[in-house]
C-alpha cells in the first residue's frame, strides 16, 4: 500500500529545513557506504558547458554545498521548492552565486516555456506529489529533446518497515510507518516510462550501523507531522536501546537508487 498523501501534513513537514535536517543526520552518522549518497549522486549526473539545470524539491539543497564553483562554464541553475521557507534557506545559502538563483515552485506547475531546461533533478520528493502524472508530464513539458531527468529515491524495504515493525510490538494495531512510498524503487521504472523513452535504474550500496539509539529516535520524531505516530518515545527507546546494547549496533536496511531518464 502506499504512503496517502496530505498536502498540509506535507507542508507542515517541510516548513523549514528542520525536520529534514534530522532525517538527513542520521544517514549521514550512520552510513555504512562511506562515499555517502551526494558524492555518487555526482558521479551520476553528466553536466556539460552552457545547459540549464533546474532542481524541483530541492530542499536545504545540501547537495550543492562546496560544488556549485565546479559547476562547468555557462551553467544556469535554478533551485526550486513548493516550500516558501525551504526557498528563503537556500535563498541565502546562494545569494552571492550568479550561476544560482531560487523560486517557489510546485512541480504539478512549473512555470517555464517548452523545453526551457537541459536537465531537471527531483530527489526524493516524488512520492509526496498528489498528483504525479501532472507531475511528470508538467517535467517532460519543460526539458528539452535529449534532456535528462535525474529522480533519486527509496525502495520500502528499509527504515520505515523497520520502525513500523518495532511500534507494532508496543501498538499491534499501528499504521504508524505502514505504508511504503508512492513513488520507490521498484515501481518507479514503470510510472517513468509512461512519459520517458529511456529509463535507467541505478542502485546505491548502503546500510545503516546505528550506534547511538537517541539518533534514531530524533529520525522517528522528525516524521511524526506526516506519520501521525501516537508512541511512547521512552518506551520506544528502551526497546531499541536492548538491541544497540546487545549487537553492538542496530542493522537496518537501506534501499536507495537514481533513476535517470531520457526524454
Ligand atoms: C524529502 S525532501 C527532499 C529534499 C531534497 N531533494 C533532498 O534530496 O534532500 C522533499 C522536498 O520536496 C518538497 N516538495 C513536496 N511536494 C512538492 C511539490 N508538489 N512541488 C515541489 N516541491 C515539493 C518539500 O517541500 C521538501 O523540501
Same mark, same amino acid.
Given at each position: 500500500?502506499?504512503?496517502?498523501i496530505?498536502s498540509?501534513?506535507v507542508k507542515?513537514?517541510y516548513?523549514?529545513?528542520?525536520?529534514?535536517?534530522?532525517?538527513?543526520?542520521?544517514?549521514?552518522?550512520?552510513?555504512?557506504?562511506?562515499?555517502?549518497?551526494?558524492?555518487?549522486?555526482?558521479?551520476?549526473?553528466?553536466?556539460?558547458?552552457?545547459?540549464?539545470?533546474l532542481e524541483l524539491g530541492c530542499g536545504?539543497?545540501?547537495?550543492?554545498?562546496?560544488?556549485?564553483?565546479?559547476?562547468?562554464?555557462?551553467?544556469?541553475?535554478i533551485l526550486s521548492d513548493f516550500s516558501?521557507?525551504m526557498v528563503?534557506?537556500?535563498?541565502?545559502?546562494?545569494?552571492?552565486?550568479?550561476?544560482?538563483?531560487?523560486q517557489r515552485i510546485d512541480i504539478q506547475n512549473i512555470p517555464f516555456?517548452?523545453?526551457?531546461f537541459?536537465?531537471v533533478i527531483a530527489n526524493f520528493m516524488l512520492y509526496h506529489v498528489p498528483d504525479i502524472d501532472k507531475a511528470l508530464m508538467e517535467v517532460k513539458r519543460v526539458i528539452?529533446?535529449?534532456?535528462?531527468f535525474y529522480a533519486?529515491t527509496?525502495?520500502?524495504?528499509?527504515?520505515?518497515?523497520?520502525?513500523?515493525?518495532?511500534?507494532?510490538?508496543?501498538?499491534?494495531?499501528?499504521?504508524?510507518?505502514?505504508?511504503?512510498?508512492s513513488f520507490?524503487?521498484?515501481?518507479?521504472?514503470?510510472i517513468l516510462?509512461?512519459y520517458?523513452?529511456?529509463?535507467?535504474?541505478?542502485? =546505491? +550500496? %548502503?546500510?545503516? &550501523?546505528?550506534?547511538?539509539?537517541?539518533?534514531?529516535?530524533?529520525?522517528?520524531?522528525?516524521?511524526? !507531522?506526516?506519520?501521525?505516530?501516537?508512541?511512547?518515545?521512552?518506551?520506544?527507546?528502551?526497546? =531499541? +536501546? %536492548?538491541?544497540? &546494547?546487545?549487537?553492538?549496533?542496530?542493522?537496518?536496511?537501506?534501499?536507495?537508487?537514481?533513476?535517470? !531518464?531520457?526524454?
Amino acid at each position: 500500500m502506499s504512503t496517502m498523501i496530505k498536502s498540509e501534513n506535507v507542508k507542515e513537514q517541510y516548513s523549514d529545513d528542520g525536520n529534514l535536517s534530522a532525517r538527513i543526520s542520521l544517514h549521514a552518522k550512520h552510513s555504512t557506504n562511506k562515499q555517502g549518497l551526494v558524492p555518487w549522486l555526482f558521479e551520476q549526473y553528466y553536466f556539460s558547458q552552457d545547459i540549464r539545470i533546474l532542481e524541483l524539491g530541492c530542499g536545504n539543497a545540501d547537495q550543492w554545498e562546496g560544488r556549485v564553483e565546479s559547476l562547468p562554464k555557462g551553467v544556469e541553475l535554478i533551485l526550486s521548492d513548493f516550500s516558501e521557507g525551504m526557498v528563503d534557506i537556500v535563498s541565502g545559502k546562494y545569494v552571492k552565486e550568479t550561476k544560482v538563483s531560487c523560486q517557489r515552485i510546485d512541480i504539478q506547475n512549473i512555470p517555464f516555456e517548452d523545453e526551457a531546461f537541459d536537465i531537471v533533478i527531483a530527489n526524493f520528493m516524488l512520492y509526496h506529489v498528489p498528483d504525479i502524472d501532472k507531475a511528470l508530464m508538467e517535467v517532460k513539458r519543460v526539458i528539452k529533446e535529449n534532456g535528462k531527468f535525474y529522480a533519486a529515491t527509496n525502495g520500502n524495504g528499509e527504515l520505515r518497515s523497520f520502525v513500523h515493525k518495532a511500534i507494532k510490538k508496543f501498538k499491534p494495531d499501528t499504521q504508524a510507518f505502514a505504508h511504503g512510498f508512492s513513488f520507490n524503487l521498484q515501481n518507479g521504472q514503470g510510472i517513468l516510462s509512461k512519459y520517458f523513452s529511456n529509463v535507467e535504474r541505478v542502485d =546505491f +550500496e %548502503d546500510s545503516l &550501523a546505528i550506534t547511538n539509539t537517541e539518533d534514531l529516535i530524533d529520525w522517528i520524531k522528525s516524521s511524526v !507531522s506526516i506519520e501521525e505516530c501516537d508512541v511512547d518515545f521512552d518506551e520506544l527507546y528502551d526497546y =531499541f +536501546e %536492548d538491541i544497540r &546494547a546487545r549487537d553492538g549496533v542496530i542493522s537496518i536496511p537501506k534501499e536507495c537508487g537514481l533513476f535517470i !531518464s531520457k526524454k
